[in-house]
Each structure stands twice: as C-alpha cells, then as structure tokens.
T-cell receptor, first 111, second 115 residues
C-alpha cells in the first residue's frame, strides 16, 4: 500500500539556518504530494503541494520538488525564523483524496 | 477566514463509555473526513463522507465507530464503547471538491483520553 516516510525529529535549528526535512514515499502510479504544517494549538494547514513529477510547490519561503526518480518530496527553506517552529507532515493522495501521512517532524527554531 | 471547528478540545472518558466528537465543517464544503493521531504515531485516515453516506473507510473504522451529519452543519464521530487504544487526537477535515488536487481544511483536533 501507499506510505510516506519522514526524517525523524525533533529538529532544532538556529534562526536563519537552512532547513531540509526529508520525505520519501511509496505509491503506485502518480500520487499528489503535500506538506502540511501544524502550529502550536492549531489544526493542520496545507503548506504546499505538487501534483506531478518535477513540479515545485512553494509557499512562505518553503519549497519542495516532486522527484519521481527518487520518490522524494523534501521540504527546504533557505533561512528559517522562530515563527516556523511547528510540526511538519508530508502526505500523499491518490484519486480518492484520502491523505496518507508521514509521522510528522517537530521543528524548533531558536533565536 | 472560514475554518473547521471541533468540540470538545479535550475529553476524558472511562473505558466502555460512548463518546461523540463534533465538527462544524466549512459551510460550502461537500466532503468530510475524520483522521486520528495516536500520540507519537502517524495521522491515520478513518472515514470520508459525502452526500450523506460514507464514501470510504479504513480498517480502523470498525462497528464501534459511526459518523453522522444530523442537521446539515454538524459532522459527528461517535465511538460506541471506548477502549484504551482509542486514546488519540481526532481531526475533522472538509473539502470543497473531490479529486487529488483538492485541499483539505483541518480543524484543531479533539484530544480523547480513555482511562
């Protein structure tokens, strides 16, 4: 079945550091790929998405590129801020819109 | 900005008791979902609901679970006889359209603790 694997957390960085959170997936066909973010005390919010190979999703300085050859969708940001502290979830979806999530990565940014 | 709201934010119950978790989806959305996250584990799909019936459910969603849209605005998840392993954060979500490019909007979650 479909599955998503994220890098283990927690991840702690200093402000302005470069961020990478790895995500790989297993799926038949061509799923859509998503990054969701959960800020403290809030629900899951869509951060970015990509629906076909080589697409790049971007939002709020975050980027992720759909790499079919490596079945990956790594999340990157060039310079993180304290306000980026949250839990990040990689997810995929096929046809029926049911999302399959990774385990989440807790990110803490220190000033 | 429209949002999905869930109540209660936290419920503590005794094993064997019935629990109802409530959700108010975004008003023009047509597709509704429940997901759950056991502490430290992945967010798991439970059930999707469209046109007043279940459209898909997971293996987790057994006879102890049921969903209902009683009045056109609320969307509820009922657990008939709670077990310890039902302790989790339960997320409601809704979407306007079906299809893999549709965005799901999630609520803040309801934390259920079964003692």
């Amino acid at each position: 079945g479909n599955s998503v694997t994220q890098m283990e957390g927690p991840v702690t960085l200093s402000e302005e550091a470069f961020l990478t959170i790895n995500c790989t997936y297993t799926a038949t066909g061509y799923p859509s790929l998503f990054w969701y973010v959960q800020y403290p005390g809030e629900g899951l919010q869509l951060l970015l998405k990509a629906t076909k190979a080589d697409d790049k999703g971007s939002n709020k300085g975050f980027e992720a590129t759909y790499r079919k050859e490596t079945t990956s969708f790594h999340l990157e940001k060039g310079s993180v801020q304290v306000s980026d502290s949250a839990v990040y979830f990689c997810a995929l979806s096929q046809r029926a819109q049911k999302l399959v999530f990774g385990q989440g990565t807790r990110l803490t940014i220190n000033p | 900005e429209p949002e999905v709201t869930q109540t209660p934010s936290h419920q503590v119950t005794q094993m064997g008791q019935e629990v109802i978790l409530r959700c108010v989806p975004i008003s023009n959305h047509l597709y509704f979902y429940w997901y759950r996250q056991i502490l430290g584990q992945k967010v798991e799909f439970l059930v999707s609901f469209y046109n007043n019936e279940i459209s898909e459910k997971s293996e987790i969603f057994d006879d102890q679970f049921s969903v209902e849209r009683p009045d056109g605005s609320n969307f509820t998840l009922k657990i008939r006889s709670t077990k310890l392993e039902d302790s989790a954060m339960y997320f409601c979500a809704s979407s306007e359209v079906q299809g893999y490019s549709g965005e799901l909007f999630f609520g803040e979650g309801s934390r259920l603790t079964v003692l």
